[in-house]
Structure formats: structure tokens, C-alpha cells
């Protein structure tokens, strides 16, 4: 299919697509609790004669569009939980479901996936080979879906398989792209300062946790400052400080949370030994005890160049495209990861930002949305490079 015929395609199917992602927008799930929607997506693949199964890995959906098994096979992924923040945008399609919310995008991935399955089922005796449309449940949250999918046969027969995200940090028209490492590894954890409460006006007789947070919260940065190479990024954040109700009470216990981002696991070794040793010198000095409980995230990304290379040159032939763009690596966390540990593949970024109507805020901000026209390259690059891959591995 060339890139003409491509982009009529796509601009046919661009009304579709926006009812998709609105419809997605407007009813919600949260990861795990997904059900209304892995349903509608199955429904929609089976609508188009694509071979579908459902509760793959617990919640997710994998449709196979399958033309010859001897043939080379490549997959489409979208991840489609929300995420548990109240929408405030005033917009027809904002969330109708209190205090969860789309505000990562994973609702115009899975359209644009659904979309590029609708395009190309229609032109099924064409390919040069077949096509797996993966729905992934639960990316937000560890342990993730993808490595559930996988372990529940999804990737059987892959041979590659391209993902994008969209970003509000490129404007339309600019798609992004990485060459090896290109995420981070999220870790969490959460810990609890276990003291002596008493009265505010008497903290001697206590062991006060909340000095001791206190305290911990500013020495951490100081295993990132002053234990760590400041050649190697790291990144730690506190995000949670929980203690007590009362203005007169000195609580028994506190609640400190957060994440330790960094891009290889010798760097997330260092950061969970410093860690430890910052509490233990915490108890020896306010007398309070700890429990820690700590959570490794998912490995960094790291893009296959073959693939990577793919993407690139497809970009370049889309004409709604204005600029390619290779970008740095970022600390944010991303479980695509499992897939390229298995296939190779690659995963890109799309522009979708458009400040003139207010798609500028940050992913995870309660005002997220997204210029939908974004969506016209993401699936554009993504149908481009099927057929470019295709057509490379059958020479």
C-alpha cells in the first residue's frame, strides 16, 4: 500500500476514530477493574472477521488478523486503563465516571490501533504478511498487564511489534523517536515510620514520627546528591506524607511514599542500599522503627535500531508529519519493555500538543486532553511501517 493511498485511508476513517477515542474518554476503568472495555474493543475487532480472544493475561485482548502463519507476523499494541483522577475539563466527551479519568492518552492509542485494524482488515488479501492487534490492560500500574499477556501466549508467532504514545510535550506534526534505552525503571515504595504518639505540647515524652519523616524526606536527596555519580540520573520523589488528624496529637505512625527512577539496575541497587541505610540511621537517631515495602517497576525501554530505523524513514514519507524528531531518554516508566525483552520493536512519540484550545497540560493532570489530530499521524507512521516492514522481510 503506498503512502498515498495510506493517508486517504486514514483521513476516511479520521471521523471513526474520534468517536472511538471520545466514547473510550468518556467511560473510564481503572487498571485491573477493566470490563466494559476490554468488551467493546473485542466487539469491535470481531466486527471487522478479525480472530479474537478475550481475558488474555486476566483483562487484556488480542485480535489476529492472520493471512498466511508462514508468513512474517508483526503487532500493534495500545494499553487502555485509566487513571484514578477526577477529569475538570469542560469538554462534551470529559469522563462521566467520578474520580477516574483518561489523562495519559491510553484512550487515542487503542482507537488508533482499532483504527489501523479496521484499515488494514479491509485490505487483508493484500499483506504481505499478518498482523496481531495486542490490547493490553493495566500499563499504570505494577505489576502490569503486558507481562501477563505475554505469559498467556500473547506474543506467540510475533516476530516484531511497534507502540507509540502520545505527548503533549511535541506539538502536532511532530512525531518522536529513540534509539536504544529510552525509559527508565519506575520503582515505588512505601514506608512507615513507627513511633509513640502523645500530646503536641509534650513531643519529649514521645517518639515523634513526624520529625523523623520529616528528616528522612530531606536526607534521601542526599543519597541522590552525595552517593550517587552525578554523570548517572537518578531521580527520587516523595509523593505521599500521611500523619495523623488532629492539630494536638502527635500520631503513633507515618506514611511516606514515592519513586526511585533510574535507567540501569546497578544504578537501582545503589538507590534501594541507600535507602536502607538512610532508615537504619533514621532508628538509631529518633528511635522509631520502620517497615519498608518496596516495589521494582518495570526494566527500562530499549529500542531495537532495525525497527527504530523503520519508523524513522516511515515518518518521513507521511506528509502531515512536519518534523521527525530523536529524543533523549526519559525516567517515566513504560511496560512495552516486556515486549522488546521477547521481539524485537521499537516505540515512538506523538505530538498531540495544541496549547489554542488548551491540549497543553501534562499526562496525570486533571485537565489532560489532546489535539485529536495527533492521532492521524500516530496511525499514519504506525500503518507506513507495518508495510514497510512487511515488505523488507519478504525480499
Request: proline share 4%.
Amino acid at each position: 500500500m503506498d503512502v498515498k493511498s495510506i493517508e486517504s485511508a486514514v483521513a476516511e476513517n479520521y471521523n471513526g476514530m474520534v468517536q472511538l477515542r471520545r466514547h473510550l474518554h468518556m467511560y473510564p476503568e481503572l487498571s485491573f477493574k477493566e470490563v466494559h472495555t476490554p468488551a467493546y474493543i473485542a466487539d469491535y475487532l470481531r466486527s471487522l472477521s478479525i480472530d479474537v480472544r478475550e481475558g488474555v493475561g486476566g483483562r487484556g485482548v488480542v485480535g489476529k488478523l492472520i493471512v498466511d502463519e508462514s508468513l512474517p507476523t508483526v503487532a500493534l499494541r495500545a494499553d487502555f486503563d485509566a487513571l484514578p483522577i477526577q477529569d475538570l475539563k469542560d469538554t462534551p466527551y470529559k469522563s462521566t465516571v467520578p474520580g477516574v479519568m483518561h489523562a495519559c492518552g491510553h484512550d487515542a492509542h487503542t482507537a488508533i490501533v482499532l483504527t489501523a485494524a479496521k484499515i488494514l482488515s479491509g485490505m487483508r488479501d493484500t499483506l504481505k504478511g499478518n498482523i496481531v492487534f495486542i490490547h493490553q490492560h493495566a500499563e499504570e500500574v505494577d505489576p502490569g498487564g503486558a507481562i501477563q499477556m505475554i505469559a498467556d501466549g500473547c506474543l506467540d508467532g510475533v516476530d516484531a511489534i511497534f507502540g507509540q504514545h502520545v505527548t503533549t510535550s511535541l506539538d502536532v506534526g511532530k512525531i518522536g523517536y529513540k534509539y536504544g534505552t529510552a525509559t527508565g525503571i519506575p520503582d515505588d515504595f512505601t514506608i512507615t515510620l513507627k513511633g509513640r504518639g502523645g500530646h503536641a505540647s509534650r513531643p519529649h515524652d514521645t517518639i515523634d514520627p513526624v520529625a523523623a519523616g520529616i528528616a528522612l524526606c530531606n536526607q534521601l536527596q542526599y543519597a541522590v546528591t552525595r552517593r550517587t555519580n552525578a554523570m548517572d540520573s537518578v531521580v527520587l520523589s516523595i509523593t505521599m506524607f500521611n500523619a495523623g488528624n488532629q492539630h494536638n496529637v502527635i500520631p503513633d505512625e507515618v506514611t511516606i511514599g514515592g519513586t526511585i527512577r533510574s535507567f540501569n539496575h546497578e544504578m537501582q541497587e545503589t538507590m534501594i542500599k541507600e535507602l536502607n541505610r538512610t532508615l537504619e540511621g533514621l532508628v538509631r537517631t529518633t528511635g522509631v522503627s520502620f517497615d519498608l515495602d518496596y516495589m521494582k517497576g518495570y526494566p527500562p525501554v530499549v529500542n531495537d535500531d532495525r525497527m527504530t530505523d523503520i519508523v524513522v524513514e516511515s515518518a518521513d514519507k507521511i506528509s502531515t508529519v512536519n518534523e521527525t524528531i530523536r529524543l533523549e531518554p526519559d525516567l517515566g516508566g513504560e511496560d512495552f519493555s516486556y515486549y522488546l525483552q521477547r521481539v524485537p520493536g521499537t516505540f515512538f512519540y506523538t505530538g498531540v500538543k495544541n496549547s489554542s484550545f488548551k491540549a497543553d497540560f501534562p499526562h496525570h493532570h486533571a485537565h489532560f486532553d489532546i489535539d485529536e489530530k495527533g492521532m492521524v499521524n500516530a496511525v499514519s507512521v504506525m500503518l507506513e511501517s507495518v508495510f514497510t516492514y512487511l515488505e523488507k522481510e519478504s525480499r
